[in-house]
């Protein structure tokens, strides 16, 4: 996934479930239609893979003969990697269907997180959020009592995952035949949403009191980050390759 553009991602490698879906129906939101994609048991969904893969490796790792805290830590490393994975695919759906529906050369506003909002049947989820809140981890494996540490290691695990991912893409656009194209050409302003997302994240980050060393030594590769990307932009900024403004934004 991490070579492929957001249009491609909608045309050829959709994580969660058919686009043709939201096209039918404007209402619908990413936790319907993810909890679509888990009920549906005629589909190969990649989260109902994920919350079944999850759950056995969870069981066999409570089964092992070992100390408690072992079996801590292994369980702390599954659900660091099960949430890492539920991130990227709300990430990847979320870019795929943004640069998809979008009007040409109207600023692109992308929520940060899934909202309620009012509806005529009653309160929906907004369709827009692109990180998973750890209320729609828990509702997708199952579990009663969320893990923070793990979420919060995952979360700087995908932050590291945009700066390859938006560097691929940038590459990718710029070698493209089509390039002239202007769905082609508004795709790098994947580089602004993703570091305006980067943004968000570092200030969500600098509010915390970080202790664990081991997520305070992913923050740091964090800032990292959004240095690197920072550069991506301006370098485009130069060169006039954004054609509409993409942020993230916090509602």
């Known amino acids: 996934m991490l070579k492929l553009t957001p249009l491609q991602l909608w045309n050829g490698y959709f994580t969660c479930f058919d686009p043709d879906l939201f096209l039918e129906d404007d209402t619908f939101s990413y936790p319907e239609v993810e909890k679509l994609a888990l009920e549906d048991e005629d589909e190969d969904s990649i989260l109902r893979k994920i919350r079944e893969d999850f759950k056995e490796i969870k069981q066999s790792i409570d089964s092992l003969n070992c100390t408690s805290g072992a079996k801590e830590r292994l369980t702390n490393k599954l659900k660091e990697n099960t949430f890492f994975f539920l991130l990227a695919s709300r ?16 600023p692109l506003k992308v929520p940060a997180c899934t909202t309620l909002k009012e509806h005529e049947a009653g309160y929906r989820y907004n369709a827009a959020g692109i990180v998973m809140k750890p209320n729609e981890i828990d509702e997708i494996l199952g579990e009663k009592a969320f893990a923070y540490s793990p979420y919060l290691s995952a979360l700087l695990e995908l932050s590291e995952m945009l700066v390859d991912y938006t560097t691929n893409i940038i590459i990718k656009l710029s070698t493209d035949s089509d390039g002239d194209d202007d769905l082609v050409k508004g795709q790098y302003s994947l580089a602004l949403l993703n570091f305006s997302l980067l943004t968000h994240l570092q200030n969500g980050f600098q509010m915390l009191d970080l202790k664990n060393d081991g997520i305070r030594r992913k923050y740091d590769k964090l ?10 932009v301006y370098d485009l900024s130069l060169r006039r390759l954004f054609p509409f403004k993409a942020e993230v934004t916090d509602r």
């Open 91 to 106: 990430y990847f759906n979320s870019v795929a269907y943004h640069f998809k529906t979008r009007d040409l050369f109207v």
């Open 223 to 232: 800032k990292y980050s959004v240095k690197k990307i920072n550069g991506i």
